[in-house]
């Protein structure tokens, strides 16, 4: 081989080695943003079904439920509370309640956000008392 064959195969072995290197590291940078992503969802899940289970159980009718309304209905200011402290979010999943319009519920909202995550990742849920079985009917007696 001549001097100049060695050096033209040096630099196309130099130039494919850098490429197939950029191709692995942008494909390993796309297995951590997936992982990532799999984590925040995973975390989101958890938070809706511990809130799931939590508003199944006996201790939730006495504490979400809004005894002054006619209706069945939850208290917001105590359901916020309550599932707050009972179930703790991991520190990129925040949630918001909110009262739905029609009066059918509260709407949950849980976020994640994170540096590879553009646009945050969101679920929400309608959640209605009656859903639960936290509505008490009162007996009618004949």
């Known amino acids: ?53 939590w508003l199944q159980s006996d201790a939730a009718a006495s504490v979400v439920i809004d005894s002054s309304s006619p209706d069945c209905r939850f208290n917001p200011e105590a359901l916020e509370a309550s599932v707050a402290e009972r179930l703790p979010l991991g520190s990129e999943v925040s949630s918001r309640w909110s009262a739905d319009p029609q009066g059918l519920g509260h709407w949950l909202e849980l976020s994640a956000s994170s540096q590879q995550a553009s646009p945050p990742l969101k679920r929400r849920l309608l959640l209605s008392p009656a859903a639960y079985g936290l509505c008490q009917q009162e007996e009618v007696r004949a």
């Not at 490429?19 to 297995?31: D, F, K, R």
């Not at 969802?41 to 289970?53: P, V, Y």
């Open 1 to 53: 081989m001549t001097l100049l064959e060695v050096v033209v195969s040096s630099v196309v072995l130099a130039s494919s080695s850098t490429a197939a290197l950029g191709v692995w590291n942008q494909a390993a940078t796309e297995v951590q943003r997936a992982n990532q992503l799999d984590e925040l969802a995973l975390q989101m899940e958890t938070a809706r079904i511990a809130t799931d289970r």
